[in-house]
């Protein structure tokens, strides 16, 4: 091995590690090790070259880069923090750890700040500042998740259909015993119609003879007697229909069991079996940890608002009083009753989803009384709801 080949072995060993940026020619790809270097390589001609080029459509360079930059950052966010609230910095030491990234000074954001703050605007992340700087976490839109949440918003679709499918039906059979309770009425208005006097028309000249006593024929025995059998029978009917509409008004004002409230409470039944879910994390509720591993962080028995929800049993809780954006299982999370009045989400059971009003609230029984205000159910009045299946909205 000769004198020069171990001479060359340190500068290729410095060449490999990260550089000084601002001693980097994007334009040409070369990192320069000093400022000596750097002016060196401006004076060269390769550079000179690069620079015409350069000043013949800077725009569109500079928005090559920038766009480059972006997919790069976004695509490095994705891979080694896609779940996770980070600090900017952090992030962008290791995107810049790679010695061929594109850097900065190319693209049309001077600071990192500002590039930021462009990812918030966009969309493309969601940004906070706080006292210890700027930090990011990643929202994830790519096309796997687009299909799960595409899939999850047919289902709830499909939900809803079906529920309205449902309320038709009930609906219907309601009808249809109103109809079935006014055929009696319409059948005794039909007798009595039939039962009104009728005149007597006489032509003139005719004589009309009444016998008194018992020198009364029999024949007339014999129409006195069927006429008295007509009217016993028509008596008969009449007590069978006045029975008939006591026995409908007894079972109307709860002497037994309807077949209008059997509908309902089967229809009910239904849904609690088809509602009732083993998890009941929603968007937009607050919640109350109860996490005792957190005790020593302050955030026990603190209240904060569910801000997303991640499969199904964990939620991202957003803390009211210190804004600190916690990941907790439902399981160390406890719904939250509002005061008397205040607005509830139906978070499991038959109305799952639906938003109420708080009537009142039965402290023996752990139980509360909600009245439904939107949807297909509204004005609904549940009397009986359990404290675990709803929970406080946030304003």
Known sequence: MSFSHLRQLPIESKQKGLQKLRWYCQMCQKQCRDENGFKCHCMSEGHQRQMQIFGQNPTRIIEGYSEEFESTFLEHMKRSHRFSRVAAT?????????????????????????????????GKCKVEETPKGWFITYIDRDSETLFKERMKNKRIKADMADEEKQEKEIRKQIEMAEQLMQLPNSESDQVSQAEQPRELNVEDGVKIGFSLGSSARPVAKEKRGASKVVFDEVDEEKYEERNLGNNLKRKESGGGKSTLDEMIRDEEKKKEKINRKDYWLHEGIVVKVMSKVLLEKGYYKQKGIVQKVIDKYVGEIEMLESKHVLRVDQAELETVIPQVGGRVKIVNGAYRGSLARLLGVDTDNFCAKVQIEKGPYDGRVLKAVEYEDICKVAQ
């Open 90 to 122: 952090v992030v962008y030491n290791e995107y810049i750890n790679d010695r061929h990234h594109i850097h900065m000074n190319s693209t049309q954001w001077a600071t990192l700040t500002e590039f930021i703050k462009y990812l918030g605007r966009t």
